[in-house]
């Protein structure tokens, strides 16, 4: 007899052994590189092709999530952002997050994936604010249900395990998409995130973007584990591989597995084999871990090339579709431009505005000394201007 | 309130029939830790975001008790036990707290805390100016610490300036029974996050306090001024000033009260709220007396004791009719049980240092 309370099983897999968590055997691909489409057999139950109008959608974002991508790149080399870590290459998983989610759900991205952070309605300005350097966030957590991406690792799956806990308690149905990079996954938050989120059989999914690269160590040294997939087995918790460079394939195992966490099936472990066709930030120097003969072999796997050879493939895509596209590109990247290139200038009395609800008294002197500085003329000792 | 409330809880079969703790009301001789548990109880009571986690917080009660009763009273939902890991206790209440919930997290001890710190630094404390006020954090992180109860390693650091360090964090800490309800529910109601540190060593203290004068604070519009930011007055006295914080307040009103029997009538002021700081009360009380010690257990250097002593010198230099002097732990890891009276600040010591406040210049 135990005094604990009712110990829950959260299962509906007895009977099913420990092989239902097991990922497929390989990443599964719904559409393959050269852009034909998989037959029915060749991947496993119950993933199945989107519909023409959900992959000419995903298309659209992948051409806007390209171009973002290099019009940042382009503002960074000009000196108008401090820095951008781009997701060049990764771009499918990024729409494929947005895409699986609603308005209601909630995403928790890191600094790589501000393509995936537009698509949740974050207005480019507010993304971006960050990264040029006014401000450590610029958008309100609440007002997309988006967390803010942070630099440390892995810290904010356990953030979105406890947004999926709280949504639980509260009978919504409300589900977490916390994402991940390879690198991150050999970090102790990872572990606690998955393990709380089993434990708790809370609805949240975790996507690991295996980019391959963790800055300049390869994969190799994070993990010997069969895939990054199989450690959801250890948890508890269904693992499944994707080919993270296959939209299709990416909306149907991820949508799969959200609605999974929504039906009350608890969470799930989801890792996307991608590459990070660009160095990790524009201060990295790729060269110095890996070929151009390595980089090469990626080109071919493209999610757009692929998505694009499809899609006109099966005469889904004209020429008109196509003009759109690239002109809905065109205006967000006018707008990051225009945004980038207008003057800010941050209020340094934000300072001591928000660190407590009420700043103390002596964050109010403080604050009261620098306004006297500035109010006097002094020039600010290291300020660059 | 959430729609939380009206629905039933985890376990409610095991709940409903478990009997409910009857509710102590009116004057009662209780302990510390009951202060703070039925702080939390009466949170949760009027407040159904209000959560309970951490290790072995919810069938045992804690291992000081301090949670005692609150998974029978409230379900397993609202007081759980969470797998053993600090920062996925902190981390998820983040979450939480992001997503309407008020919890209040456990950790262990003291040095059990240190696999939160990413957490606790990175992201508790940052995530309001982080995101302009959008964002607070309104949970609590309880954490017992300190010595003097002859325990092992890694059981009794006095690990305050970690936190008192770090913008962001309120950092508070009680040494009355009184106070440990006071302060508590003040933590709760706060919200910005909250490092809650408790002295173990008043645990198992006890004194008589008037419950429904203490729920009183708290019921509609009579809400009294929160506790935080605001030192007490432990002891009035004309000599000197002692200042001391959670389990050194203790030893401070016994140096005071042997002082007393030798002619010298010294001060006691109970700082309690170490983020934010009370320069007022605290300086105030020094030019009063115009000499100074601030007690406490940490080890000395680069310690809040430190940020004491430098904040009075700056404020109070022209009243002082000495220098300001420090009585606090040794700059050592916290010593073994049969070592640690070497090192704790007791009675003789704060008198030794009295002794030392230059009395031939007054």
Redesign the interface.
């Known amino acids: 007899m135990t005094?604990?309370?009712?110990i829950?099983d959260h299962g509906g897999y007895a009977g099913h052994g420990e092989d239902y968590l097991l990922p497929s055997d390989a990443p599964v691909q719904l559409i393959a590189p050269e852009g034909a489409p998989m037959t029915a057999g060749d991947y496993k139950e119950p993933y199945a092709l989107p519909d023409d109008a959900t992959l000419l959608d995903g298309y659209e974002r992948l051409v806007i999530g390209r171009r973002v991508n290099e019009q940042a790149g382009a503002l960074v080399r000009q000196g108008r952002m401090a820095v951008y870590p781009s997701s060049y290459g990764q771009e499918a998983c990024q729409v494929a997050s947005d895409m699986c989610l609603r308005s209601s759900d909630?995403l928790f991205p890191t600094y790589r994936d501000t393509v995936a952070i537009l698509g949740r309605g974050v207005t480019p300005m507010e993304a971006f604010e960050s990264l040029r350097g006014d401000?450590?966030?610029g958008f309100?957590?609440?007002?997309y249900n988006t967390?803010?991406p942070?630099t440390?690792l892995a810290?904010q799956?356990?953030?979105?395990?406890?947004?999926?806990?709280?949504?639980k308690?509260?009978?919504e149905d409300t589900v977490?998409l916390a994402l991940c990079g390879d690198g991150a996954t050999s970090e102790?938050?990872f572990?606690?995130?998955l393990?709380?989120a089993a434990?708790f059989h809370v609805p949240v999914v975790f996507l690991i973007q295996n980019n391959q690269y963790a800055i300049s160590v390869p994969l190799i040294h994070q993990s010997v584990a069969p895939s990054l997939a199989h450690k959801a087995v250890g948890y508890g918790m269904p693992g499944e591989r994707v080919d993270g460079n296959d939209l299709a394939a990416l909306l149907a195992v991820l949508g799969h597995a959200l609605e999974r966490a929504r039906d009350g099936g608890g969470p799930s472990l989801v890792e996307a084999h991608t590459y990070r066709m660009e160095a990790h930030t524009n201060a990295d120097d790729a060269t110095r871990y890996r070929s151009a003969e390595e980089v090469a072999q990626w080109v071919p796997k493209d999610p757009l090339l692929r998505l694009q050879k499809y899609l006109s493939d099966a005469g889904l895509l004209g020429a008109a579709d196509t003009e759109r596209f690239a002109a809905a590109a065109e205006v967000v990247a006018k707008t990051i431009r225009d945004g980038l290139n207008t003057e800010t200038s941050p209020d340094p009395a934000?300072l001591f505005?928000?660190?407590?609800?009420e700043p103390?008294?002596?964050l109010r002197e403080q604050a009261f000394m620098l306004a006297e500085e500035l109010s006097a003329g002094q020039p600010l000792e290291g300020a660059q201007s | 309130m959430?729609?939380?409330a009206n629905?039933p809880s985890?376990?409610t079969?095991?709940?409903s029939t478990a009997a409910v703790e009857p509710e102590l009301r009116g004057v009662q001789t209780i302990t510390f830790a009951k202060a703070l548990t039925l702080a939390m109880s009466d949170a949760m009571a009027s407040d159904a975001t209000v959560?309970v986690f951490g290790e072995d917080v919810?069938?045992l009660g804690g291992v000081f008790r301090v949670t005692d009763g609150l998974?029978r009273r409230f379900?397993?939902?609202r007081c759980f036990d969470?797998?053993l890991?600090e920062?996925?206790i902190?981390?998820?209440?983040?979450?939480?707290?992001?997503?309407?919930?008020k919890p209040v997290v456990e950790m262990q001890f003291d040095a059990f805390a240190y696999?939160a710190f990413?957490?606790i630094t990175?992201?508790v404390a940052?995530m309001?100016?982080?995101?302009?006020?959008?964002?607070?954090l309104p949970l609590v992180i309880r954490i017992p610490y300190a010595g003097g109860i002859g325990g092992v390693e890694h059981h009794c650091d006095s690990s305050e300036a970690y936190y008192v360090h770090t913008?962001?964090l309120?950092v508070l800490t009680p040494s009355t029974v009184s106070d440990a309800y006071i302060m508590l529910r003040d933590a709760i109601a706060?919200?910005?996050p909250v490092v809650f540190m408790e002295p173990k060593k008043l645990y198992f203290s006890k004194a008589t306090v008037d419950l429904d004068a203490l729920r009183a604070r708290y019921d509609g519009d009579s809400v009294l001024p929160s506790s935080i930011?605001k030192a007490a007055v432990a002891r009035e006295g004309t000599d000197a000033t002692l200042i001391a914080y959670g389990p050194s307040v203790a030893a401070a009103l016994a140096a005071a009260e042997t002082a007393a029997e030798e002619g010298r009538s010294l001060q006691v002021i109970d700082v309690r709220s170490l983020?934010?700081?009370d320069?007022?009360t605290v300086s105030a009380a020094v030019r009063s007396t115009g000499r100074a010690i601030v007690i406490a257990e940490a080890p000395g250097f680069a310690s809040m004791a430190a940020e004491i002593v430098a904040r009075i010198q700056e404020r109070c230099f022209h009243s002082l009719a000495a220098p300001v002097l420090r009585v606090s732990g040794f700059d050592i890891p916290y010593p073994a049980p049969r070592l640690e009276k070497y090192y704790l600040p007791g009675v003789d010591r704060i008198l030794d240092a009295v002794d030392q406040l230059q009395w031939e210049q007054s």
């Open positions: 005094n604990h309370p009712e829950v909630w401000w450590h966030s309100d957590p609440h007002q967390g803010l942070t440390p810290t799956l356990l953030h979105a395990v406890g947004v999926a806990h709280a949504a308690l509260r009978g977490a102790g938050d572990h606690e995130a393990n709380f434990v934000d505005a928000y660190v407590y609800s103390t008294p002596q | 959430t729609t939380m629905r985890a376990g079969a095991h709940a959560l919810g069938t998974t379900g397993e939902e969470t797998p890991a920062s996925g902190v981390g998820m209440a983040t979450g939480m707290a992001m997503n309407g919930m696999p990413e957490q990175s992201h940052k309001g100016n982080r995101t302009r006020g959008q964002v607070r913008p962001g309120t706060s919200p910005d930011g983020v934010p700081f320069d007022e």
